[in-house]
Each structure stands twice: as C-alpha cells, then as structure tokens.
C-alpha cells in the first residue's frame, strides 16, 4: 500500500511538472509573439542609432530630421577619412585618399535603413530582433549618396592606374601583313569600391591622412584584349 501511495505521488509530482513547464512555455511562447507583434509598428526599434545619434522609438520622418541635423552640425573633415592603395596586375599602384568631407550622407535613406532593422523582417523572427535591440542595441551604417567630390577622386585614380584594354589590329599591304598586338587593360569595379569606402566610413573606422599606411589594397582585374582571328586575317 505504501508502495502504492509513493507511486501516486511521485506521478502526481510528474504531471504537475509538466503541466508547470506546459504554462511557462505558454508564457513564452505569449510573451515573444507579442514582441513580435510590437516590432511590426512604426517606430524604429528601441536602442538603435547611427553613428552615436539615437533614433530608437522613432517614425522614419522623425530620424530623418534628427539625422539631418547631426549631419548638418558636423564640420566637414578633410583631414582623416579612409586611405587606401590601388594595384594593378602589372605592377604599377597608387595610393588614394578620400577624406570624410568627400561623401555626402543621404539621410532619409539612413533613416529607412534604421527603421527596415526588424520592421522589415518576417513576424516570427521580429521578436528576436527586437529583444536584441533591447538588451545590447544596434548601430545602423549611414547610407551615403552620391557625391562629385569622392567621383573626382574615383576618376583621378582610373586615369592613374586604369586604362581600356587596346584592342589587337592588323593592316594588309600591298606585299605585306601588319599585325599590333593588343595591350590588356585595368578594369576598376566602381560600386564594390564605394561600398568597401562607405562600409569602413560607417563603422568608423577612418585614420588621419597623410602619412598613415594604406588601409586596404584594391588589385584591379585584367581585361584581355581579344584574340585575333587569323583565318579571318
């Protein structure tokens, strides 16, 4: 008998254990849906912030100001900014320098990125994102737009180091065949360079101009002039 009640009691014991882990992982469970649910407003998620300026809890008009104003505050920096070296595959480089004066942020696009971080996301994974932001925050990388300065500098480098691959030719005689062999060329990716220059410029991660080493080293890819055809020759 003793035997028995020890039996009922120790699966008294497992059912309440289960149904107490059964109402906490309801708990949960109801508790990360509805952050889910308050992530999909239309405020920026708490905690986030570009480049140090706070823009949690705010709608995207809101950010917008409040970054255009901190942009606007800034004095123009030419004397730190992103410096990097430009090799080609034949041996000739450069070094470039792009001061943070050179780039212009595009502050309703910076907004919009802030505000995409979790409202963009899908409903289930909203909740993660938004007790992330809660517990350690998140630093949004400004969106930069285009700028006629750092494109100066992008086309001081290209005449430097870059140049179109020179096509191989040939010319017939009377007597005789003349055939000039191409050069190759250098072909700069432009939008991958922008990018690295904006990613670093974002994290801040700039250094003074001048005398500091290079960065990074962008190579530049070969573009091969094509082959002659010398049955068409």
């Known amino acids: 008998m003793e035997e028995s009640n020890k039996t009922k009691k120790l699966s008294l014991g497992k059912k309440k254990a289960l149904v107490l882990g059964v109402a906490v992982a309801s708990a949960l469970l109801v508790s990360y849906v509805a952050l889910c649910a308050v992530g999909g407003g239309d405020a920026i998620y708490p905690n986030?912030?570009?480049?140090?300026?706070?823009?949690?809890?705010?709608?995207?008009?809101?950010?917008?100001?409040?970054?255009?104003?901190?942009?606007?505050?800034?004095?123009?920096?030419?004397?730190?900014?992103?410096?990097?070296?430009?090799?080609?595959?034949?041996?000739?480089?450069?070094?470039?320098?792009?001061?943070?004066?050179?780039?212009?942020?595009?502050?309703?696009?910076?907004?919009?990125?802030?505000?995409?971080?979790?409202?963009?996301?899908?409903?289930?994974?909203?909740?993660?994102?938004?007790?992330k932001c809660l517990i350690s925050g998140a630093e949004?990388?400004?969106?930069?737009?285009?700028?006629?300065?750092?494109?100066?500098?992008?086309?001081?480098?290209?005449?430097?180091?870059?140049?179109?691959?020179?096509?191989?030719?040939?010319?017939?005689?009377?007597?005789?065949?003349?055939?000039?062999?191409?050069v190759p060329g250098n072909l700069l990716d432009r939008e991958s360079l922008r990018s690295e220059i904006f990613q670093r410029m974002g994290r801040g991660e700039v250094v003074a101009l001048g005398e500091e080493a290079p960065q990074f080293t962008v190579t530049l890819a070969q573009t091969l002039p094509q082959e002659l055809n010398f049955n068409d020759v």
Do not use: H
Not at 50 to 79: H, I, K, N, Y
Not at 95 to 106: E, H, I
Not at 114 to 125: K, M, P, R, V, Y
């Open 48 to 131: 986030v912030s570009v480049q140090g300026v706070s823009v949690g809890g705010m709608s995207r008009a809101e950010a917008e100001r409040v970054v255009t104003q901190a942009v606007e505050a800034q004095t123009p920096e030419q004397d730190r900014g992103v410096k990097f070296e430009v090799a080609t595959q034949d041996g000739k480089s450069t070094q470039v320098q792009v001061p943070l004066a050179s780039v212009s942020t595009d502050c309703a696009a910076t907004a919009s990125k802030a505000w995409s971080l979790g409202n963009d996301s899908a409903f289930a994974a909203r909740g993660g994102i938004y007790l």
């Open 140 to 182: 949004i990388i400004p969106a930069y737009g285009e700028s006629d300065a750092l494109e100066k500098i992008l086309d001081e480098m290209d005449a430097a180091v870059g140049q179109e691959a020179v096509q191989s030719t040939w010319e017939l005689g009377e007597t005789s065949l003349k055939v000039t062999k191409g």
